[in-house]
């Protein structure tokens, strides 16, 4: 069965999928928004389907912290923005009836500190911060950075970097097998410089820059999705990223099964199934077709022995990379720095701090820490006092009062997260020849989620989804084989 293109998943999701004939039976493995929007694609048209969620919540990564805070607040922990871009995810809040709001992340007062001093990314202040800088870049400030290392390597790259249906030409290719950080240096930038420009490189702060794949950054860069390309049509959702994986599970109701972790999948010519556990009992249960959408970082958990995937499927993966994410929040009693919606970056362990509350009313304010990479993994083996205790002292260290101002605080570990074991998806070098595997149905198990999308980066909830329309397409087009 030859794969759909990206633009013919989306003119048939466009014109409502006229081409999907469901099977008469489908179970769906993860509740996250790719399983929900497939669940609800094929509810909509009479098929059973059944979600079997290993959590006790909808949403996967889409997952809003409401405790321990006061006032009301909450702070997002996985997904939390959307662009204008984001067609599928747009397409389903329309539909859902969900409200969005301005991104947090759209009109940062962003600055550095580095070298116990702040400044900011204008040449000026980038000059005056006595960094060990390259003599031409002391002029460029991080603006001119990015178009010499990032956009001017982007444009020679035109069209094919950016082409709708793109596929890895002779042009594109050598990327793939380049790290982010030779590219870089190859064009001639400092250690210095790239250290600023990396926090600008939202997808790929999970991992080292040594061994993503150059190619997959650049295709990200170029978006409408790129950080560098913010305005202010950026969006959340209102409320918390929550309410969106909770309007589809109310759609779905008793077609979601809550704490039913998945533990074995099978198949053979006329019917798959899937071992489940419920209230301690194992339990088995079939289906014409089956759709996983676990994370490859959790997958192993998953014996697909009798499945029958081929030796490709197995080893992508065990090959498959995620972003080691930590994200830690502290309650302040009020903002007690200047500036506001804060965002900086540091030269300290704990790497981004932001103010993760910059819109909800009332005095207190929630201080987000992100930490990725090896700092990331370092911290998640402290304990829940220690961490918090560690990036207090930190942030003390940056903006003092902090600690008489604190009052709560929580974190989320994704790489101990239970049935995600991980973040979004980090494309290492020669990880497009991985996707299509990654994407390939094997007899009558299908694959979705954002890992398993036309994008070579993860964590985005439109990707996501766009991966749902995809496998719809593919169940519409095994209509007469079940």
């Given amino acids: ?12 999701f466009d014109s409502g999928l006229p081409g999907l004939r469901p099977p008469r039976s489908v179970i769906v493995v993860g509740a996250g928004l790719a399983g929900l929007a497939v669940a609800h ?4 048209r009479d098929c059973e389907v059944t979600v079997l969620e290993a959590s006790d919540r909808p949403g996967g990564r889409a997952y809003t912290l409401r405790t321990p805070f006061a006032d009301g607040l909450h702070a997002e922990a996985g997904a939390m923005t959307l ?24 009109g940062t007062t962003f600055s550095y500190f580095a070298r116990g001093r702040f400044f900011t990314p204008d040449p000026e202040s980038v000059a005056e911060a006595g960094l060990d800088l390259h003599p031409h870049e002391k002029d460029l400030g991080v603006g001119g950075m990015i178009e010499r290392y990032v956009s001017a390597v982007a444009d020679s790259l035109q069209p094919d970097l950016s082409a709708p249906d793109w596929a890895v030409t002779q042009r594109l290719a050598p990327y ?21 420009m ?4 939202l997808e790929m702060r999970g991992g080292d820059l040594k061994s993503a794949s150059a190619l997959s950054w650049l295709r990200h860069e170029a978006s409408p999705h790129s950080l560098g390309n913010a305005d202010p049509r950026w969006a959340k959702v209102k409320g918390g990223t929550d309410r969106f994986p909770q309007a589809f599970a109310q759609r779905l109701k008793s077609r979601i099964h809550y704490r039913r972790p998945v533990v074995r999948v099978e198949q053979d010519a006329e019917r798959a199934r899937v071992t489940v556990l419920a209230h301690g009992r194992m339990q088995t249960l079939e289906a014409e077709r089956v759709v996983v959408t676990v994370p490859f970082s959790a997958i192993r958990h998953i014996d697909f022995t009798e499945a029958g995937l081929s030796d490709a499927k197995h080893d992508v993966m065990r090959r498959v990379k995620y972003a080691s994410i930590v994200r830690v929040y502290l309650q302040m009693r009020r903002q007690f720095w200047p500036q506001h919606n804060a965002s900086f970056s540091t030269d300290l362990p704990i790497r981004w701090i932001r ?24 911290v998640s083996v402290m304990t829940e006092e220690e961490r918090l205790g560690f990036v207090l002292d930190e942030v003390e260290r940056m903006l003092p009062g ?9 974190s989320v570990c994704w790489d101990q997260r239970p049935y995600a074991e991980g973040a979004y998806i980090l494309p290492e070098r020669g990880h497009s020849a991985l996707m299509p595997v990654i994407r390939r149905p094997e007899g009558r198990i299908h694959f979705a989620g954002d890992h398993a999308g036309f994008e070579p980066n993860g ?15 593919e169940l519409g087009a095994t209509a007469g084989e079940s």
Wanted: charged fraction near 25%.
């Fill in 1 to 12: 069965m030859r794969e759909a293109t990206q633009t013919e998943v989306r003119r048939a």
């Fill in 41 to 44: 694609e094929l509810a909509a």
């Fill in 83 to 106: 662009t204008p871009h984001c067609h599928y995810a747009m397409h389903y809040l329309r539909e859902l009836g969900v409200e969005t709001d301005t991104a947090d992340l759209f």
């Fill in 176 to 196: 793939d097998h380049l790290s982010v950080h030779e590219v870089l240096t190859d064009r001639g930038a400092s250690q210095a410089a790239i250290d600023l």
């Fill in 198 to 201: 990396e926090p600008l490189f």
């Fill in 355 to 378: 103010d993760a509350t910059p819109q909800l009313p009332g005095p207190r304010k929630i201080l987000e820490c992100l930490m990725t990479g090896w700092r990331a993994r370092a």
């Fill in 402 to 410: 902090a600690r008489d101002h604190f009052e709560t605080g929580t």
């Fill in 459 to 473: 964590g985005s909830m439109t990707f996501a989804l766009e991966s749902a329309a995809r496998t719809l397409v």
